[in-house]
């Protein structure tokens, strides 16, 4: 069982910066994939970017360039200029890269992740 913690969140002005942290329970650095996914009201939850066991990182098209997201024992996300549609909840996950479903969907199927956080809200204005 892993037990993560979004925080960092808040409201920033189009063009600004922020940088999330997710801290884990246990140390996921080894065996676990994990992502970061946002969802805005109305809208499916969406795939940001995600690190695999091995340390490759995946990004949206939509944020390549803007977010980078790194790992120790948590993960995290920095997100440089910010746009008004980077406004979500943003929710950190994992699961370990043996998972029957992160074998099968991917690291950036949100159905591949077990362990989720409670998320933070990004509101860019």
């Known amino acids: 069982h892993v037990q993560l913690v979004e925080s960092g969140g808040g409201s920033v002005q189009a063009g600004g910066s922020l940088k999330l942290p997710c801290e884990a329970s246990r140390n996921t650095y080894f065996d676990y994939c994990m992502g970061w996914f946002r969802q805005s009201p109305g809208k499916e939850r969406e795939a940001v970017a995600a690190i695999d066991e091995d340390g490759k990182i995946t990004y949206a098209d939509s944020v390549l360039g803007r977010f980078t997201a790194s790992r120790d024992n948590g993960l995290y996300l920095q997100m440089d200029n910010l746009k008004p549609e980077d406004t979500a909840t943003y929710y950190c996950?994992?699961?370990?890269?043996?998972?029957?479903?992160?074998?099968?969907?991917?690291?950036?199927?949100?159905?591949?992740?077990?362990?989720w956080g409670q998320g933070t809200q990004v509101t860019v204005s």
């Open positions: 996950a994992a699961n370990w890269y043996f998972a029957s479903a992160m074998e099968t969907l991917g690291v950036m199927n949100p159905n591949s992740y077990k362990w």
